[in-house]
């Protein structure tokens, strides 16, 4: 499986949404709660050059947000992007 990394905060709901979605994939994740570690929105901001949570990686490409996530899954290609990334690790 590809290294799968999510920057979110506790009540965001696009969040929950992007978690929810990575788990219907049955794909593992790393999530960084920004608002429980310390200095993790800054991490995230100079990472993803964004302030706004969720961010998500999977491997070194930088998805984005939910709507960007969940873009990839409407147009058929968010399992490919994973099966690449699970080749190429």
């Known amino acids: 499986m590809p290294t799968i ?3 979110t905060s506790s009540l965001c709901p696009y969040c ?8 219907r994939k049955g794909v ?6 920004v608002d429980e570690k310390l200095g993790g929105r800054e ?3 100079l990472k993803t050059k964004r ?5 998500i990686y999977i491997g070194d490409l930088h998805v984005g947000g939910f709507d960007e996530l969940s873009s990839l899954e ?4 968010l ?10 690790a």
């Open 79 to 88: 399992d490919d992007l994973l099966s690449d990334a699970e080749t190429a």
């Open 51 to 55: 302030r706004t949570v969720p961010q």
């Open 28 to 33: 593992k994740y790393t999530e960084i709660n």
């Open 5 to 7: 990394l999510i920057y």
């Open 43 to 45: 991490e995230m901001t």
């Open 74 to 77: 409407r147009q058929k290609k």
């Open 16 to 23: 929950i949404m992007a978690k929810r979605l990575l788990d």
